[in-house]
């Protein structure tokens, strides 16, 4: 199936326009079925909604923001997002393990030692988990399924991210480049 | 009519397994795209590999289109999909700081669970990260809830604030994305290659 593979020396990963065109094609499936786009950073959200309301019922209760989230006797992890969620973890395995990439590493440029990158990726998933709260999602649910379905705030967010990591990538590109 | 779940043509029960086979098709496309190494994702940034945007743009045009051709056959009435409610200023500074966190980490948080699922510790680490973020905001969030409410436009569509009809919209939207595939390749000829 050389059509699929853009670089063929390599014979690593799918022509990207042929991705996009079948995650394009998942989603509107998605809509189609349950009526609502995916997502990622609400399956973490639910994950610490749930934790906090584990270790201290009360005091998630009593937040202002986790408590918009509890829903009765049921558990906070009972949600679309999280079992879709699920699913992708399964998914991008079993496409790891077919095309052997399944590998316990830590992945960095060779510039920056892997406890720099360890500390980065820290910092960025905080950063990021936090601005997704306030944006009211991230690159999936807030971006791409937002700007699918039409929302003014899903382009918003594609292009303030996409925006400001284009204005800043000059302070990060030791990282990279 | 769909969709079909929330109008029980399916039987709701069936919303979750759904849910899973919907994720799974996500996380084998997205893996077998790249999406799983951080320095493929952030060479979109550097200009030596443009996949994400390519993969990112083809999607959004692609689910775009859809809809409008799903609402004209009457699968879906496209006026009842789910439209975020637009708080402008938190989305823009949120978006800024995902842009900031995307830069160092290079991942979003769909990412990062395809890294980790295949074994990359900072991966791993990226989501433990995006916890405790999400967990400070939660603690945070007497202190920010005005910002976090001000500005708010409602549920609006992108076509309501412009005023242009969905289907220039989706024309205008797919000529950008033309015209940004031509520029990039352009651009990964004239930029040195980085292996990785």
């Not at chain 1, 095309?99 to 960025?124: D, E, M």
């Not at chain 2, 604030?161 to 950008?176: N, Q, R, Y």
Request: aromatic share 16%.
């Amino acid at each position: 199936m050389n059509f699929l593979i853009e670089d063929r020396k390599t014979r690593i990963y799918w022509n990207p326009y042929f991705g996009g065109f079948l995650l394009g094609l998942i989603l509107l499936f998605s809509f189609y079925m349950s009526g609502r786009g995916v997502g990622a950073s609400g399956g973490i959200k639910s994950a610490v909604v749930a934790t906090v309301n584990a270790v201290a019922p009360t005091h998630a209760e009593n937040s202002a923001y986790f408590s918009k989230f509890l829903k009765g006797d049921k558990s906070p992890l009972n949600t679309w997002l999280v079992f879709q969620m699920l699913g992708v973890i399964a998914g991008a395995f079993f496409s790891g393990a077919i095309n052997n990439r399944l590998k316990i590493r830590v992945q960095h440029s060779p510039k920056i030692s892997p406890k720099t990158r360890l500390w980065f990726a820290l910092l960025g998933g905080f950063l990021f988990g936090g601005g997704a709260q306030l944006a009211r999602g991230c690159t999936s649910g807030g971006a791409l399924s937002g700007f699918a379905a039409n929302s003014l705030g899903g382009l918003i967010i594609m292009v303030s991210i996409f925006g400001s990591g284009y204005l800043f990538a000059y302070f990060f590109r030791k990282l990279w480049i | 009519m769909g969709p079909l779940i929330p109008n029980e043509i399916i039987s709701p029960e069936w919303n979750h397994v759904f849910a899973v086979l919907i994720g799974i098709a996500f996380g084998i496309v997205m893996e077998s795209s790249g999406f799983s190494s951080s320095r493929k994702i952030m060479g979109s940034f550097y200009a030596y590999d443009f996949t994400m945007i390519r993969v990112f743009m083809t999607a959004a045009i692609t689910a775009l289109i859809g809809v409008l051709y799903m609402d004209y056959f009457g699968w879906i009435d496209r006026t009842e999909l789910f439209v975020v409610p637009t708080y402008l200023g938190a989305t823009i500074i949120g978006g800024a700081l995902m842009g900031i966190g995307f830069l160092a980490a290079g991942f979003c948080p769909g990412t990062s669970f395809l890294a980790a699922a295949i074994g990359k510790v900072d991966g791993m680490v990226f989501i433990g990260g995006a916890f405790l973020g999400i967990l400070f905001f939660g603690e945070i969030f007497p202190l920010i809830s005005d910002f976090y409410y001000a500005n708010y436009l409602g549920h609006i569509t992108i076509e309501e604030s412009l005023g242009i009809a969905p289907d220039w919209l989706a024309l205008i939207f797919v000529v950008i994305a033309v015209a940004v595939f031509y520029v990039l390749s352009i651009i990964r000829k004239s930029v040195q290659k980085v292996k990785y």
